[in-house]
């Protein structure tokens, strides 16, 4: 079986397009994308009135044209790039068949359950639609609480009480996971998917920890060890370590961000994900 995972793509038109040529000539069985999905808004504006309705759906009404029945399972989440108001014009890619969108969602693939989680743990970014607390309410030092900066949709004000862990806690709770994939946006903590270029940096005389992902889903895979997880978010990681794959006990960790301009495309068999392979063109 052959699975194609990207992630970060921010709406970059030449990565898409190569996107689509790697299905049409590989035409593998599923596609999973990790989020940040979207460019920023003045770089849509430039080129497409909608991104999402004029390009991305336009785009994947003529693959489902042309591969058929050939046509993958696609799997999507969106990132901390990604708007939450925009997460009503990927349902409708969703409800012509296009793609599932599964953020906080299990579904079946095969033999395999996968799931889809979106949020990351507080940055020091503005936009918080896909910011919850990892596992209390304590944040890294230059980093915006959850509750501050703004938000593209309303939401609780328990939004403060919320964390990863429990999320997580609440979507896995009584499932098997030895042949689950999850498509996570954040990198698991204190690993060589999660390391950012904040060497030497300071916020009022403390160091940056050079280690961003999220604790919670750190130990969530040494405690739960699904089969594979899939990351993105921290472009640079895979070049300040050398390292794009990590083994966590039994778990095998992706992570196919990438801060070039090429596409960064990560191979794999879901029966035999130790042999992937990572494309950058």
Known sequence: MKA?????LHGKIDQYEKLFSLLEKEMPEVVFIGGDILPHAMKALDAFDDFILDFLLSKLLKLKEKLGDRYPDIFLILGNDD?????????????KGCLKYINEKKVVFKNFSVFGYAY???TPFQLKDWEKYDVSRYVDPGCTHPNEGFRSVEVSEDIVYETIKKDLDKLTEGENLSNAIFLFHSPPYNTVLDRAALDGQMVEYVPLDVHVGSIAIQRFIQERQPLVTLHGHIHESTRLTGHWKQ?????LAINAAHDGQELCAVLFDPDNPNNAVRLVF
């Not at 194609?4 to 970060?8: K, N, P």
């Not at 708007?83 to 409800?95: A, D, G, R, V, Y």
């Not at 083994?247 to 778990?251: D, E, F, H, R, V």
Request: charged share 30%; glycine share 4%.
């Open 4 to 8: 194609v995972f990207v992630t970060d």
């Open 83 to 95: 708007p939450k108001i925009e997460e009503n014009k990927i349902l409708e890619i969703e409800h």
């Open 120 to 122: 990351i743990p507080p």
């Open 247 to 251: 083994s966590i006990g039994k778990t």
